[in-house]
T-cell receptor, first 116, second 116 residues
Framework: NAGVTQTPKFRILKIGQSMTLQCTQD?????MYWYRQDPGMGLKLIYY???????DKGEVPNGYNVSRSTTEDFPLRLELAAPSQTSVYFC???????????????FGPGTRLTVT | GENVEQHPSTLSVQEGDSAVIKCTYSDSASNYFPWYKQELGKRPQLIID?????GEKKDQRIAVTLNKTAKHFSLHITETQPEDSAVYFCAASIGAGGTSYGKLTFGQGTILTVHP
């Protein structure tokens, strides 16, 4: 298993440009998450998904969009990039059941994005 | 929503000493508390977690304690080694049941440096 993979590893964007950060997991996890990590800070949840076709906002969703058409993929779209979106973006996945179970979130290697 | 405070922000110890990192949370419904270790430029990785029905959990040199009444939990690392140097994050979650969907709220992180 490759686990959670993300592309690209690094990207520099100009203000106003758009891009999609890719995230794929091969563990058949139903839950997937996108976090951003600003320098010296903890991770903040941007969006999450509990299954194909179901997504919802996290703590800091403004400026981002997501979709989940398959169990494996959960891309994050940045529209009209702004310097405030300079950050490291982590995708994560976990397996959960409706019974309130708790399972580890596995993180991808991250995408380091700079907007200038 | 949930708020997690983590202290200290930096911690410097000598090899062989113990290290303690503390977190407090605000939502009494939180019942899952993982700790992640993040080395420089790497992804966060789970090192230990605790559920609210347990007061303490140990795994070799690492232990976590939970005080539900006071709403705080702590990470204890004994016999520290230079390879323990990293950023440590605590997190809290209501788990996968209901509408919480396993979302994690992270603390701000603690930079642990272990001097040989």
């Amino acid at each position: 298993n490759a686990g959670v993979t993300q592309t690209p590893k690094f990207r520099i964007l100009k203000i106003g440009q758009s891009m999609t950060l890719q995230c794929t997991q091969d563990m058949n996890h139903n839950y997937m998450y996108w976090y951003r990590q600003d320098p010296g800070m903890g991770l903040k949840l941007i969006y999450y998904s509990v299954g194909a076709g179901i997504t919802d906002k996290g703590e800091v969703p403004n400026g981002y969009n997501v979709s989940r058409s398959t169990t494996e993929d959960f891309p994050l779209r940045l529209e009209l990039a702004a310097p405030s979106q300079t950050s490291v973006y982590f995708c994560a996945s976990s397996y959960s059941t409706d019974a309130g179970s708790f399972y580890e979130q596995y993180f991808g290697p991250g995408t380091r994005l700079t907007v200038t | 929503g949930e708020n997690v405070e983590q202290h200290p922000s930096t911690l410097s110890v000598q090899e062989g000493d113990s290290a303690v990192i503390k977190c407090t949370y605000s939502d009494s419904a939180s019942n899952y508390f993982p700790w992640y270790k993040q080395e420089l430029g790497k992804r966060p990785q789970l090192i230990i977690d605790i559920r609210s029905n347990v007061g303490e959990k140990k795994d070799q040199r690492i232990a976590v304690t939970l005080n539900k009444t006071a709403k705080h939990f702590s990470l204890h690392i004994t016999e520290t080694q230079p390879e323990d140097s990293a950023v440590y994050f605590c997190a809290a979650s209501i788990g996968a049941g209901g509408t919480s969907y396993g979302k994690l709220t992270f603390g701000q992180g603690t930079i642990l440096t272990v001097h040989p």
